[in-house]
């Protein structure tokens, strides 16, 4: 695989840049549009578990959800190009995505669920009695914790940002899906806000949600956060 890791990522504006440039503006020059998608329903979503590396399958609801989200891709965008973590649940979101839009998926590492380390597959109701203090820190401040033999959110970060930087530089006039995980949408919404780590629990990600970022002339346009309006006549989640 190519080794993406370039400069550190830059989404906010240029300070050298008068501040009243409009992003319609930086649509003259070419404009990268990014889908990021997270993957559909597994089990361990409800009642909570620390899923991480664990390659579950989609449910019957997940793969439902797959395909109301790729047909609405299909019907809104023209993406060239779909892009997963190597976890089951993203390829086979990916699949259902790209088969709409007549395209090819392509697994890349960088996109690959946060490690949990010794905590994956551990209940929140387990972490909670067994590591009080760690479990209330992961909520209260994220960005300061490590997983016990995993990452940290800085490790996310760092490796989400090759994501975003491939798919920006393959494509810098195109249109692309990611389709990732709930924690590694948020560590690239996180940069493309240019928020700090801190913020990682503002951003909501629900099952294939989609976020729709433009990204022109070094500067980005967040358009939307995890729309998932194309399920609704999927009903309520279990």
């Given at each position: 695989?190519a080794d993406w890791?370039?400069?550190p990522f830059?989404c906010?504006?240029?300070p050298n840049?008068?501040a009243a440039?409009s992003?319609e503006e930086?649509r003259?020059?070419p404009?990268t549009?990014?889908l990021?998608?997270?993957?559909?329903h597994v089990?361990?979503?409800?009642?909570?578990?620390?899923?991480?590396?664990?390659d579950?399958?989609?449910?019957r609801r997940?793969?439902?959800?797959?395909?109301s989200v790729?047909?609405?891709?299909?019907s809104k965008?023209?993406?060239?190009?779909?892009?997963?973590?190597?976890?089951?649940r993203?390829v086979a979101?990916g699949?259902?995505?790209?088969?709409a839009?007549?395209?090819?998926?392509?697994?890349v590492d960088?996109l690959s669920d946060?490690?949990?380390?010794t905590?994956?597959?551990?209940?929140h109701?387990e972490?909670a009695?067994?590591?009080?203090?760690?479990y209330?820190?992961w909520f209260a401040t994220p960005h300061l914790?490590?997983f016990?033999?995993g990452?940290?959110?800085?490790?996310?970060?760092?490796?989400?940002?090759?994501a975003?930087r491939?798919?920006?530089?393959?494509?810098p006039?195109?249109t692309?899906?990611?389709?990732s995980?709930?924690?590694?949408?948020r560590?690239?919404l996180?940069?493309?806000?240019?928020?700090p780590?801190?913020?990682?629990?503002r951003?909501a990600?629900?099952?294939?949600?989609?976020?729709?970022?433009d990204?022109?002339d070094g500067h980005?346009?967040?358009?939307?956060?995890n729309?998932t309006?194309?399920?609704?006549?999927l009903?309520?989640?279990?």
């Open positions: 695989m890791r370039f400069a830059r906010g504006a240029d840049r008068p440039v992003i930086h003259l020059k404009l549009k990014i990021l998608v997270r993957h559909g089990e361990g979503i409800h009642p909570p578990r620390f899923r991480g590396r664990e579950l399958p989609l449910t997940g793969k439902a959800e797959a395909l790729a047909r609405r891709i299909a965008w023209r993406p060239v190009r779909v892009y997963t973590s190597p976890l089951s993203c979101t699949a259902a995505i790209a088969e839009c007549g395209i090819e998926a392509q697994s960088q946060i490690d949990y380390g905590w994956q597959m551990k209940s109701e972490m009695l067994a590591e009080p203090a760690a209330a820190a914790l490590r016990p033999g990452e940290s959110l800085q490790d996310l970060v760092s490796r989400s940002a090759d975003l491939l798919a920006h530089e393959r494509h006039d195109q692309v899906v990611l389709v995980h709930d924690s590694v949408n560590a690239m996180i940069q493309l806000a240019d928020v780590l801190s913020s990682y629990w951003f990600q629900d099952p294939c949600c989609i976020n729709e970022v990204i022109a980005v346009e967040i358009r939307g956060i729309d309006s194309h399920l609704d006549d009903g309520e989640r279990a």
